[in-house]
């Protein structure tokens, strides 16, 4: 998949800038290879999930956060069977990229883009950076 | 008639013998085989070491095929010896038999290098049937092996090996795989293709010494390093069974020297296959044999002027899930070279252009095309205007297209040597319409099966009736049709969903594919396989149906609709305690309770104290019952009773699709078991039951499968029919597309007209799952990770 190498994109900086914080949500071992969990965050709820060891990513457990709405009709994404780096969401099988939010499938037009939040992990520890 | 004795039962000799059994007779036929059986594909064996096939499954020519043809066949005899004055051979059992025309056929055998010990316990070549036989008695899990040689036949050794349990090692000589057929960037693709499926490779090691007191314990190095074994397969290369050749007088090169009509040194001596060299030339492949039998059938009935003048060398190896073919020169010097790489595919290609033409092609982990460049080749096409196109084929607009854009003379079977021309008039003038139809009468298909595609795609464009017998595939992720890969599942012993889409798939999966794979396995291991839950759907990590807002609806089981005041009251309780938005009566005669939270299901199910009723997922849903003779007038039988026993006895098992019951006391059918996938109808002395039936997105009335007197023999038929179709239908599919599909006849014949042994079978792995299921809803209280229905809570104070 080497298209999906191409759309990782690094994470920010670890420093958290002014209007950003990190918050440790879980610890990776919360999270089983190849599934999401959800995260209330303030009044966010987010989707964070392990898409475990691969070819692709490297042969870590590696992580990545999402709004936890699907852009089609609000399906928990978190739910979804995770293929690849995409996600599939449970209701309407909307193919969601999990490392830009990008839709992969239907095709539909780019504002219908899942928020996505970087995401480091420390000792074992997952954390999230979201807006204050 | 003349005498014609041949040495040798393998494909080269009895590929000739069938050319020359077309002409008008003129010989009587002798056979001697050194090994004692017919003649088999040992093309094939690498199949067989790696389960994908049964021994007898790559019989070329059976006794009945000698018998036939009234040719003497006797096997187990060696010939040791040629008297060319005499006009004899004489054999190791003493005969001595005459002969007017001598056909040499010895083949080759495994060349040993010179390795101290090779003669411990535990050392094998890998060449017969009865290497192969040993090969798989004396693997297995614990044993660590290893292969010497990283051919082609080394390789397939190792795979096999490894799917018969063993740790394997592959120690190859040169810095690269498969040298005589890659270059180094196809080695390398190579390399990681099988340390991805688990097999060690060592390059550059040469073996000095097998270490060991009586058995082999120890593989040394030159370098004096080593790895421990306790077997070790030696596929080193081959030589030519020359021997006899010699004996005769022949002129011997590294094989028998034959011209190009195929005729020895000696005028009665003819030789054929991998014993001969024809234009300096030793072949070790299949095709080449073919050939040279058709040119030398031609030659000895006397029909001359055949002439054989080499064969474009070509070799694929038969791996499942690696593919590698390698064609021509593609290392001839003045080339231009023209590559593909794509890493994270693992796909390697590499064309050579000389003078216009194609010289040679290298193609790792993408071999679909490979004909295309095997007609360039044999063709010797000049190919000016596909230039830009030599990497992949032009995009065809239907899937004719490819075989049209062959022309008749086109070679489709490379082995057996058929062209297009030949099979299209196997069509017209033979009727022929299935691929075995198509091997039957043109034995196209029957060497390597590499052009089982394209005959495929020949088939579909011109015969008239063509019946596809290749169902259509899963998905892209893993391109196998499910039957196949059920055959492969089973003989590859894979046990996670993880494991197959990494040796068969691409490694990733889908949301089609892997519930697919999970009930795949879950169904062929009995339950005894590695449960993964991110290939399952949401409804089956939490045993509960997602609903639009992401809440979840739970339905206990009631088993064939009879509750009691008991439970009404639990499920009033908790539809009141976790503010239950919609509690209903579903159409199964059950009690649906909507709009719960996941975090609540385990409470909700421990409150509740019932089953899980399977609403959720491809499973045992439920048994609709009527009320019977228990208080109907007009029951004839006890439906309520014979419904919940039913639902007792599928419940908690994964199908296909979803599969709903119904039991009636009699015709009136009030609980609509004509309409259901497994109905049983009571009638006056005894059950009709029916399979099949469906009122959903499709209406269907239900095909009566058999027909019993007691309830007992009702439940048994119902469970040969049930288990039946956990095995042969494919995902997601339907009883009433599966009996339809299939015939209620070959239903009835496969189930409870089966013979004993059959019914035994789908009793006993019913049996099997049944014993190994389990209640779902218990995961509320053991969970199968610590957040399985919960969400994540966060470890920091939020905007500190």
């Known amino acids: 998949m080497t298209e999906a190498v191409r759309s990782v994109r690094l994470p920010p900086s670890h ?33 964070i999930f392990n898409l475990g060891p691969s070819t692709e990513l490297g042969a870590g457990d590696r992580f990545f956060a999402t709004d ?13 069977i995770v293929t690849g780096v995409s996600a599939v969401c449970p209701l309407h099988a909307w193919k969601i990229n999990l490392t830009d939010g990008r839709v992969e499938r239907p095709q539909v037009a780019s504002e219908h883009c899942v928020a996505t939040y970087a995401v480091r992990v420390d000792e074992g520890v997952i954390a999230v950076s979201v807006p204050r | 008639m003349r005498r014609l004795v041949v040495v040798g039962n393998g494909m080269a000799g009895m590929a000739c013998v069938e050319q020359i059994l077309k002409y008008e007779p003129q010989f009587r036929i002798t056979v001697f085989g050194d090994e004692t059986h017919v003649n088999y594909n040992r093309v094939m064996l690498s199949s067989v070491l790696a389960g994908e096939k049964a021994a007898d499954e790559i019989i070329i020519n059976t006794e009945e095929w000698y018998r036939r043809n009234e040719i003497d066949l006797r096997v187990g005899v060696r010939i040791v010896d040629v008297d060319p004055r005499a006009k004899t051979v004489i054999g190791d059992d003493g005969s001595v038999t005459p002969y007017d025309a001598l056909l040499l056929a010895t083949g080759s055998s495994a060349w040993m290098p010179p390795i101290e010990g090779l003669d411990k316990d535990g050392v094998f070549a890998f060449r017969t049937l009865d290497d192969t036989r040993q090969l798989i008695r004396r693997s297995g899990p614990g044993t660590e092996a290893v292969v010497i040689g990283g051919g082609l036949l080394g390789l397939e050794a190792a795979r096999g090996l490894q799917v018969q349990g063993c740790r394997v090692t592959v120690v190859h ?56 074994a306790n077997l070790v397969v030696v596929a080193a290369g081959i030589r030519p069974n020359v021997d006899l050749g010699r004996k005769a007088g022949l002129t011997v090169k ?29 072949y070790g492949l299949v095709a080449p044999l073919y050939e040279q039998g058709k040119v030398l059938a031609a030659t000895i009935t006397g029909h001359g002027g055949a002439e054989y003048t080499g064969t474009v060398q070509a070799a694929k190896l038969k791996i499942m899930g690696v593919d590698v073919f390698s064609a021509g020169d593609w290392d001839v010097s003045g080339a231009d070279q023209i590559k593909y790489e794509d890493s994270g595919r693992g ?13 040679g092609v290298i193609l790792v982990g993408d071999t679909s095309d490979s004909h295309r460049y095997m007609d360039w080749l044999r063709t010797n096409v000049d190919l000016g205007d596909t230039r830009g196109q030599l990497l992949f084929p032009p995009p065809s607009a239907d899937a004719g297209l490819d075989v049209a854009e062959m022309c008749d003379g086109a070679t489709v079977c490379g082995c057996v040597g058929v062209t297009k021309g030949t099979i299209i008039a196997a069509i017209h003038e033979r009727g022929v319409n299935t691929i075995s139809q198509l091997k039957e009468s043109t034995r196209a298909c029957t060497g390597c099966g590499s052009c089982t595609s394209l005959c495929q795609d020949l088939l579909r464009a011109v015969a008239p009736d063509f019946e596809d017998e290749k ?19 089973r003989s590859q012993k894979l046990k996670s969903v993880q494991e197959v889409l990494e040796i068969y798939g691409n490694g990733i999966g889908c949301e089609i594919c892997k519930p697919a794979l999970s009930y795949m396995l879950d169904m062929l291991w009995c339950g005894d396989h590695d449960e993964d839950r991110s290939a399952r759907f949401i409804n089956d990590r939490v045993h509960a149906n997602i609903q639009k807002d992401g809440t979840f609806s739970v339905v206990p089981r009631i088993r064939g609709g009879v509750t009691s005041p008991d439970e009404l009251r639990r499920i009033a309780d908790v539809a009141d305690k976790y503010r239950v938005p919609m509690v209903k009566i579903t159409g199964s005669q059950r009690i649906d309770l909507l709009g719960i939270k996941k975090a609540d299901l385990p409470k909700v199910w421990a409150d509740l104290g019932m089953p899980s009723g399977q609403a959720y997922t491809k499973g045992v849903r439920m048994v609709k019952t009527c009320v019977g003779t228990e208080f109907c007038r007009f029951g004839t039988q006890d439906s309520t009773g014979a419904g919940i026993e039913l639902e007792r006895r599928f419940e908690q098992l994964f199908t296909p699709h979803k599969v709903k019951m119904a039991t009636v006391g009699c015709p009136r059918n009030c609980a609509e078991a004509t309409v259901k996938d497994i109905g049983l109808i009571g009638i006056e002395g005894g059950w009709q039951v029916v399979v099949g039936g469906a009122a959903g997105k499709s209406v269907r009335k239900a095909d009566l499968l058999t027909t019993v007197e007691t309830t007992e023999q009702a439940l048994d038929a119902s469970e040969l029919f049930f288990q039946y179709y ?27 007209y089966a013979p004993d042994a059959v019914k035994c079978g789908l009793r006993d792995r019913f049996a099997k799952s049944k014993a190994r299921a389990r209640d779902a809803w218990l995961e509320g209280q053991a969970p199968t990770d610590p957040t399985q229905f919960a969400s994540l809570e966060v470890l920091d104070k939020v905007f500190t």
Not at chain 1, 73 to 80: I, Y
Not at chain 2, 263 to 272: G, H, K, L, M, R
Request: with cysteine; charged share 35%; net charge positive.
């Open chain 1, 15 to 47: 420093e958290a800038s002014a209007d950003q914080n990190w918050v440790r949500v879980a610890t990776c071992d919360q999270i089983p290879p190849r599934q999401g969990r959800s995260v209330s965050i303030g009044d966010r709820e987010l989707a």
């Open chain 1, 68 to 80: 936890n709405r699907c852009p089609h009709k609000g399906g928990p994404l978190c739910d979804g």
């Open chain 2, 173 to 228: 000589l040169m810095a690269t795989l498969m040298e005589r057929q890659l270059d180094k960037d196809g080695g390398q693709h190579l390399v990681r293709t099988m340390e991805r499926l688990g097999v060690r490779v060592l390059l550059g090691r040469s073996t000095k010494a097998i270490r060991g007191k009586k058995r082999v314990e120890r593989v040394e190095f030159a370098d004096g390093e080593g790895v421990d």
């Open chain 2, 254 to 282: 590294r094989g028998i020297v034959v011209n190009d009509a195929m005729e020895t040194s000696d005028p009665d001596i003819f030789a054929v296959g991998e014993c001969v060299e024809h234009r300096g030339i030793c």
């Open chain 2, 347 to 359: 796909v390697y290609k590499k064309v050579a252009v000389k003078d216009g033409k194609l010289a």
């Open chain 2, 471 to 489: 169902k259509k595939v899963i998905c892209a992720c893993v391109p196998f049709a499910e039957d196949r890969l059920r055959e492969i599942l």
């Open chain 2, 726 to 752: 956990r095995e042969n239908a494919n995902y997601l599919e339907r009883t009433y597309d599966f009996v339809e599909r299939l015939g209620i006849e070959k239903v009835r014949k496969e189930t409870i």
